[in-house]
């Protein structure tokens, strides 16, 4: 009988909200072990910072209203910050700009470093998390995960084969269909699957909670036991 439980991941590296459910995660690590497995999928927050930009910030020139979003979002990162206990650095925030719209590079980037090193995939995301919102590094720009990935001891070479051949671009359209199957409306979410049943959960912030419908998905089997 396989006791393996999954958890699957609905994130954007960007997310300060994911990076804050690191403790979250590593915690569960612990707890189960080798019985669960983490895995991520990558749902694109921000396809265009004009979606997210109030209607003031879209009126003003790129240059000025893109800035002022980062602004703002900067407050809301630091309102997350207590949440995971984990600290973040939003002085001169600057994610976007206008050559620089999206996080779409950010989720491509994933899984590029998965196909080139899958042994590195989980440790790239980490960084690119702490890139982006505690060392403040414009993690939109190509050159800056290019620096990511050699940091995490990535190749170079394989990861931008990845990133440009097509094989990241196919990786993050299944995972679009597939948070689009599941009904994945807001992120953080997570997936619990075990032996062919599944229970999806938003944001959650508490071992007590998650652990609590990891026993009850697996109760059947603790019952036969």
């Given at each position: 009988?396989?006791?393996?439980?999954?958890?699957?991941?609905?994130?954007?590296?960007?997310?300060?909200?994911s990076?804050?459910?690191q403790?979250?995660?590593?915690?569960?690590?612990?707890?189960?072990?080798?019985?669960?497995?983490?895995?991520?999928?990558?749902?694109?927050?921000?396809?265009?910072?004009?979606?997210?930009?109030?209607?003031e910030?879209?009126?003003?020139?790129?240059?000025?209203?893109?800035?002022?979003?980062?602004?703002?979002?900067?407050?809301?990162?630091?309102?997350?910050?207590?949440?995971?206990?984990?600290p973040?650095?939003?002085?001169?925030?600057?994610?976007?700009?206008?050559?620089?719209?999206?996080?779409?590079?950010?989720?491509?980037?994933?899984?590029?470093?998965?196909?080139?090193?899958?042994?590195?995939?989980?440790?790239?995301?980490?960084?690119?998390?702490?890139a982006?919102?505690?060392?403040?590094?414009?993690?939109?720009?190509?050159?800056?995960?290019?620096?990511?990935?050699?940091?995490?001891?990535?190749?170079?070479?394989?990861?931008?084969?990845?990133?440009?051949?097509?094989?990241?671009?196919?990786?993050?359209?299944?995972?679009?269909?597939?948070?689009?199957?599941?009904?994945?409306?807001?992120?953080?979410?997570?997936?619990?699957?075990?032996?062919?049943?599944?229970?999806?959960?938003?944001?959650?912030?508490?071992?007590?909670?998650?652990?609590?419908?990891?026993?009850?998905?697996?109760?059947?089997?603790?019952?036969?036991?």
């Open positions: 009988m396989n006791e393996q439980i999954t958890l699957t991941v609905f994130t954007d590296p960007m997310m300060g909200l990076y804050e459910s403790p979250l995660l590593d915690a569960l690590k612990e707890k189960y072990g080798s019985r669960l497995v983490i895995e991520y999928r990558m749902a694109i927050l921000v396809r265009d910072v004009s979606d997210f930009m109030t209607a910030e879209r009126a003003l020139p790129p240059e000025i209203g893109i800035p002022r979003y980062n602004q703002r979002l900067a407050g809301i990162y630091k309102s997350e910050e207590p949440i995971g206990s984990l973040m650095n939003m002085e001169g925030f600057h994610l976007f700009d206008p050559q620089h719209r999206s996080s779409q590079p950010l989720c491509l980037a994933y899984h590029a470093a998965r196909l080139a090193a899958p042994d590195k995939a989980e440790q790239f995301l980490i960084n690119l998390r702490a982006t919102v505690l060392q403040n590094r414009p993690t939109t720009h190509r050159d800056v995960i290019l620096e990511i990935v050699n940091e995490t001891g990535i190749d170079e070479a394989a990861f931008i084969d990845h990133f440009l051949n097509g094989s990241a671009d196919a990786a993050l359209e299944e995972d679009q269909r597939f948070a689009q199957r599941l009904g994945i409306r807001a992120l953080p979410a997570y997936l619990l699957s075990y032996q062919g049943r599944r229970w999806i959960l938003p944001f959650i912030t508490y071992l007590s909670r998650f652990s609590s419908a990891i026993d009850r998905l697996t109760e059947n089997r603790a019952r036969r036991d």
